[in-house]
Nanobody
Framework: QVQLVESGGGLVQPGGSLGLSCTVS????????MGWYRQAPGKERDVVAT???????VEDDSVKGRFTLSRVNTRTTVFLQMNHLKPEDTAVYFC??????????WGKGTAVSVSH
């Protein structure tokens, strides 16, 4: 059984920083893509940043220059460093990975709240 174990998140003031970590545990398989999505209240789930098996990075324009996604530990863990956080970054952040046969796996989500 595959699990995406998320950690990090919390409450931070505007301009602050947080880090989110996600590790794939359980059955081993080739991870073709991995990263983070987020869902703000009343909105759809959107991509934040993902990295594919070749190391190609996709980032939403709203986080470019502020967020950094990195891949560690033989590609089963990703870390999202979030700097210069804004209130509009407030959302539930979901870890995501893509395995063989286009099967998608999702974490349970971790809340990030940016406010005074």
């Amino acid at each position: 059984q595959v699990q995406l174990v998320e950690s990090g998140g919390g409450l931070v003031q505007p301009g602050g920083s947080l880090g989110l970590s996600c590790t794939v545990s359980g059955d081993t398989f080739t991870i073709y893509n991995m990263g983070w999505y987020r869902q703000a209240p009343g909105k759809e789930r959107d991509v934040v940043a993902t990295i594919d098996i070749s190391g190609n990075l996709v980032e939403d324009d709203s986080v470019k220059g502020r967020f950094t996604l990195s891949r560690v530990n033989t590609r089963t863990t990703v870390f999202l460093q979030m700097n210069h956080l804004k209130p509009e970054d407030t959302a539930v952040y979901f870890c995501y990975c893509l395995g063989p046969n286009c099967r998608q796996y999702w974490g349970k989500g971790t809340a990030v709240s940016v406010s005074h």
